[in-house]
């Protein structure tokens, strides 16, 4: 009987080895995604046959670790969340080349009439309305991305018919893919603590994206100016970049609403070999930012700090 007992052990323990060996394979399998991108002509790719995405959709909304660079997360990222700059006229509402409140002149400051640069802008709001890099792109010739966590404001982002890249999610603040409740309230809408998976008014489920992964889809790794204003999260972004594998230039970061407080950022930004340039406030909390230089960057226009 002990016999019987131990064989129909053995048996079943066998059977559940080649289970979990099949649901691996399956796993590892369906995680893969085509190597034929292709973005369509309006933005993202529609998945076809050949792109298996269950497993994946899972990790990117999950707080799963997956590396920034993971080839997986890279392929999605080109094939769902990068738009293609706009081939038509501007759509702008105003003609003022510079609608930014003071980040992008202390910028120009630093690297004088620099052409063909690149920037990063995170959050773009509408793409327009104080953008601090619409007069790198219009005036100077520089290619970038827009990057906006609400939706609504993403879609306004499109209307303008900018000249750059733009991707519809959030900056991550850890260093993988994640989805959160985003407040939708235009200038001041941010990550929220609210948990997904459930309906909350005045707030939408979105992709964060961590920015080296981001960059990594566009073959950037060069950056002339990242300008970062997400409410709150800036700390937290800056936290998850691989600063040994960019080079990043100079930056505006708005430093009014971290709960760490602004001489935590500066400490932080001085210890990645970075230093204050100079210091953008605004009547209206319309600005309130650092700007940084890397230490390796000899300004146009001497530190003002």
């Known amino acids: ?14 059977v559940a080895v080649v289970v979990a060996v099949v649901l691996t394979t399956f796993t590892l399998f369906t995680l893969d995604i085509s190597p034929n ?45 990068l738009h293609p700059p706009s081939e038509l006229p501007y759509n702008l509402a105003s003609n003022n080349d510079d609608p930014s409140m003071g980040q992008s002149k202390e910028i120009r400051h630093i690297l004088g009439q620099q052409k063909n640069g690149f920037f990063v802008e995170c959050g773009a709001l509408d793409g327009e309305t104080r953008s601090n890099t619409l007069v790198f792109e219009k005036k100077f010739g520089w290619q970038g991305v827009l990057i906006e966590g609400d939706p609504k404001n993403f879609n306004l982002v499109l209307k303008k018919n900018r000249k ?7 900056l991550s603040t850890h260093p993988y893919p994640n989805t959160v409740m985003f407040k939708q309230d235009f200038n001041i809408g941010k990550i929220s603590s609210l948990k997904t998976g459930h309906d909350h008014q005045g707030y939408a489920e979105v992709q964060c994206l961590p920015l080296y992964s981001i960059l990594l889809a566009l073959n950037r790794t060069t950056v002339d100016y990242f300008s970062l204003d997400v409410e709150g999260s800036e700390l937290a972004v800056l936290r998850t970049i691989p600063w040994e594998k960019v080079d990043i230039k100079t930056l505006s970061v708005e430093f009014i609403h971290g709960v760490e407080g602004k001489d935590v950022l500066r400490k932080y930004m001085l210890s990645q070999g970075y230093r204050i ?21 000899t300004p146009s226009v001497s530190d003002k700090l």
């Open 1 to 14: 009987m002990a016999g019987v007992v131990s064989g129909r052990v053995a048996v079943q323990l066998l």
């Open 164 to 170: 750059a890249w733009a991707v519809s999610a959030c």
């Open 277 to 297: 340039y100079s210091e953008v406030t605004h009547p209206g909390w319309l600005a309130n930012d650092f700007i940084f230089i890397k230490n390796d960057v």
């Open 37 to 81: 991108f292709a973005p369509a002509a309006g933005g993202a790719k529609t998945p076809g046959a050949d792109d298996v995405v269950v497993s994946l959709d899972r990790i990117m909304k999950s707080p799963v670790s997956i590396d920034q660079n993971d080839p997986r997360l890279i392929k999605r990222i080109r094939a769902q969340y």
